[in-house]
């Protein structure tokens, strides 16, 4: 079945304590992006990869950090997580090399105390 | 930069009646379009899109069309089901990064 599959669902942390969530897609894809959704926000890019090895920064990268090492996998890490980084985050990927047609994974609810 | 604006929700409306949920968009260049809707709890996911101006996209009953000379890609659905209450996210990609507007929550009651 193709997705995009996201962990851990949900977490609940503490101010600087640093965090990975994961994200792995088994489509084949060369684009892959993550956002956070915030109420009233919609969605906002945080970062985007258009390949392995490439990535770039969206809307509101501050404070986060990406790699993409394997064409699979884009981890979206916290080196030090703060409160207003509390939201939900969402993994996404499509092919035909940018952000045409992209899939969603289901959702990373983060919390940071 | 580029910006996309939706209707404040959430939008509530009776089973089988019309839905228009409206979207205005502020981009450089000749961006796509897309309607994306999230089902509780779930992720986004494509309802429908539309390449170049006059472009009609639809999917399951809904439509927009792309109009270049009003900015607009309107999301409109002639009989609405329970079954269509979700959040429904407006988007333009103009690069490579997809812009989003906030949603608008449409809830169906029957």
């Known amino acids: 079945e193709a997705q995009v599959t996201q962990n851990p669902r949900y977490l609940i942390t503490v101010t600087g304590k640093k965090l990975t969530v994961t994200c792995s897609q088994n489509?084949?894809?060369?684009?892959m992006s993550w956002y956070r959704q915030d109420p009233g926000l919609g969605l906002r890019q945080i970062y985007y990869?258009?390949?392995?090895?490439?990535?770039d920064k969206g809307d509101v990268p501050e404070g986060y950090k990406v790699s993409r090492k394997e064409k699979r996998n884009f981890p979206l890490i916290l080196e030090s997580p703060s409160p207003n980084q509390t939201s939900l985050y969402f993994c996404?990927?499509?092919?035909?090399?940018?952000?045409?047609?992209?899939?969603f994974g289901p959702g990373t609810r983060l919390t940071v105390l | 930069g580029n910006s996309v604006t939706q209707m404040e929700g959430p939008v509530t409306l009776s089973e089988e009646a019309f839905l228009t949920i409206n979207c205005t968009y502020t981009?450089?260049?000749?961006?796509?379009l897309f309607w994306y809707v999230q089902y509780p709890g779930e992720g986004l996911q494509l309802l429908l899109k539309?390449?170049?101006?006059?472009d009609k996209g639809s999917n399951k009953g809904f439509e927009a069309t792309y109009r270049k000379e009003t900015t607009s890609f309107h999301l409109e659905k002639g009989s609405v089901q329970v079954s269509d209450s979700a959040v429904y996210f407006c988007?333009?990609?103009?690069?490579?990064?997809?812009?989003f507007g906030g949603g608008t929550r449409l809830m169906v009651k029957p």
């Open positions: 489509m084949n894809h060369e684009y």
């Open positions: 539309a390449t170049k101006a006059d």
């Open positions: 981009a450089t260049g000749y961006p796509s």
């Open positions: 988007a333009l990609n103009a690069g490579n990064m997809l812009t």
């Open positions: 996404a990927s499509s092919d035909r090399g940018g952000p045409d047609t992209q899939y």
């Open positions: 990869s258009m390949n392995v090895e490439v990535t």
